[in-house]
């Protein structure tokens, strides 16, 4: 078996800023392989976008069918769809599996390409090796729980594949496999798995169901431990899509750490909803080595928030803010614009908002109504959705990654918004927040700013490397930037006394 992670430039020139993480998915399911020392190989597309030289030197060492198995988000669904295509003109006799988020939620969608033989959607490490088996043998696995297949022109859709309930049941996610590159970044991991939430735009339930599972905390700090110690990981950031959904197990998470004799000097970041955050467990958590928390606040407008089932109020958010932030954690957060029903006022509320509570590191993004989300549906029907051929518009930083000189084509816009006015919004709302020396001065000279997901590079050498691509970064601003104060002039821009107020507030501060 041959597994491919696929991506694409999702992040444009940022690319160089952000850590290489570790192909989860295809990670989890290589692990099973390993287990019953079925042989396999993986390839990147992180790490080498033209993989197909790499794949012809590993089939070498496979018998036939080769069966490749691609993992795909949907916006890297278009880079899964092509080398579908080149892997069956190469081997017209190998079979194709793809799964992952994208697959999951579009499975008659992605097997409309007849490159593509089957789906599996969700999890598939209970399924994995019997998928192996079947298919080395010849039989079909068309009867199996999970996959989606063709058959005469018709897609068939089998029930979902069991989800895997006790985490502690799987094999120790195989690290030392990625360690043959030293592109990878190891400081992350996951504990836990879904989230019993429903938010109308996230679409983390095509796979988790809205169960959550978790790792019991005796095997997280083990491999909080291999990190530390093998891998060398100070900061380690969980990527737990909703990391305090059971208290009890942060408890007695948090005092396994405490109690380990390799995590002492370790720090940990992690996200999540503000009505989870009491401060009782704020107050453990730091005591163990949490350092940084990462809101999703997404709007303040409270009409909004539950249109979008956030299930939280403003004033629980502010209060968490407030908490973390007295007993000492680094605050990030999230907004996004571009919701339904959203006005330029709430937009400006949400930077107020940022400035008031004195939020660290703020991002603006643009919604994305990811497919099989109730967002997706309602924008659908309501015909607002715009959808570029392979989804190239569907990602959640428009305004930031794509090139000044390009339109920006936002998956969705609310009532009076154009694609103009709302990328002015969002390059003024970050300049508000931004164009403070306090804030540039911490950003530039500390090296944690980013909460592991950022990063200048740990060394000078690593930011002198950079310099061609700050270079760029430079000068995109700089034009985006200039666009943005032009609408001044325009009936859809900025306002001038706003930006003159943030000149204002600069230079009084330095
Ligand atoms: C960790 C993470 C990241 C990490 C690491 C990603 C990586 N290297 O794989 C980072 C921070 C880099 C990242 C980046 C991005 N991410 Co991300 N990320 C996640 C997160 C939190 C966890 C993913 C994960 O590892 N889950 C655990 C594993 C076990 O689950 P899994 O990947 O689904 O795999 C299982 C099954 O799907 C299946 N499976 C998977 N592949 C295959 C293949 C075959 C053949 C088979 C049989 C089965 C199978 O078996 C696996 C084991 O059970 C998810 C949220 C989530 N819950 O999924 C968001 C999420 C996947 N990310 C998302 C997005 C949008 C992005 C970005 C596009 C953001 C951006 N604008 O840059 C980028 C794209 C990166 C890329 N590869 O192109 C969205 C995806 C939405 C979508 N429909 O596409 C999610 C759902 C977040 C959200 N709520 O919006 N991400
Ligand atoms: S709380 Fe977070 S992970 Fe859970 S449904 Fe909402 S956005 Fe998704």
Same mark, same amino acid.
Request: glycine letters at 4%; charged letters at 25%.
């Given at each position: ?282 107050? =453990?958590?730091?005591? #163990?080595? +949490? &350092?940084?928390? $990462? ?10 928030? /539950? *249109? ?116 002015? =919004?969002?390059?003024? #709302?970050? +300049? &508000?927040?931004? $164009? ?10 500390? /090296? *944690? ?62």
């Amino acid at each position: 078996m041959i597994f491919i992670n696929t991506a694409s430039n999702t992040t444009g020139l940022f690319k160089p800023f952000f850590p290489i993480t570790l192909p989860y998915g295809i990670g989890f399911l290589m692990a099973i392989l390993k287990q019953y020392k079925i042989y396999f190989n993986y390839v990147d597309q992180q790490l080498n976008s033209s993989p197909m030289l790499e794949i012809n030197e590993f089939v070498k060492n496979h018998s036939k069918p080769y069966i490749f198995c691609i993992s795909t988000l949907t916006e890297s669904c278009f880079s899964a769809i092509t080398l579908s295509k080149q892997l069956k003109t190469k081997y017209p006799d190998c079979i194709t599996i793809m799964g992952g988020l994208h697959p999951s939620s579009m499975p008659e969608e992605v097997l409309s390409n007849e490159n593509v033989d089957y789906v599996f959607m969700g999890e598939a490490e209970s399924n994995i090796v019997e998928i192996y088996h079947k298919l080395k043998s010849g039989l079909s696995i068309n009867d199996m729980r999970g996959i989606a297949f063709r058959k005469n022109g018709a897609v068939f859709i089998n029930d979902a594949p069991e989800l895997i309930m006790n985490l502690d049941s799987l094999p120790p996610f195989p690290y030392e496999l990625f360690r043959k590159t030293k592109k990878y970044n190891f400081g992350h991991m996951i504990s836990s798995r879904g989230c019993p939430y429903n938010c109308s735009f996230c679409c983390v339930k095509a796979v988790g169901k809205r169960k959550y599972r978790y790792k019991s905390a005796g095997n997280t700090v083990s491999e909080l431990e291999l990190l530390a110690t093998d891998f060398k990981q100070k900061e380690i950031a969980f990527f737990d899509d909703n990391f305090l959904a059971n208290k009890p197990r942060i408890l007695e998470l948090c005092e396994a750490i405490r109690k380990s004799k390799y995590l002492k000097n370790c720090t940990y970041s992690f996200q999540a909803r503000s009505r989870d955050l009491t401060h009782d467990i704020l107050q =453990e958590m730091y005591a #163990s080595g +949490f &350092k940084t928390v $990462f809101f999703g606040i997404e709007t303040v407008s409270e009409k909004i928030l /539950k *249109n979008i089932g956030k299930d939280e109020t403003l004033e629980e958010i502010k209060t968490a803010i407030a908490v973390s932030k007295k007993i000492g954690f680094k605050v990030m957060a999230n907004f996004i614009y571009c919701l339904p029903e959203e006005t330029k006022a709430i937009r400006s509320d949400c930077v107020n908002f940022a400035l008031e509570n004195k939020i660290e590191v703020v991002k603006f993004n643009n919604v994305v109504p990811y497919p099989d989300t109730s967002l997706y549906e309602q924008t659908l029907k309501e015909k607002k959705l715009s959808v570029k051929p392979n989804y190239s518009n569907f990602n959640s930083q428009l305004v930031m990654v794509r090139p000044a000189w390009k339109k920006i084509n936002f998956p969705y816009l609310p009532e009076g918004a154009s694609s103009f006015s709302m990328r002015n =919004e969002i390059l003024f #709302s970050y +300049f &508000k927040i931004y $164009f403070n020396f306090h804030r540039l001065k911490k950003i530039f000279s500390d /090296k *944690n700013w980013g909460g592991a997901i950022f990063s200048f590079g740990n060394s000078n050498w690593d930011v002198v490397k950079k310099i061609p691509v700050i270079f760029l970064l430079v000068l995109d601003f700089t034009l985006k930037f200039s666009l943005m104060f032009i609408s001044i002039f325009s009936a859809k821009g900025i306002s001038a006394r706003e930006c003159l107020k943030v000149f204002y507030h600069f230079y009084k501060k330095i």
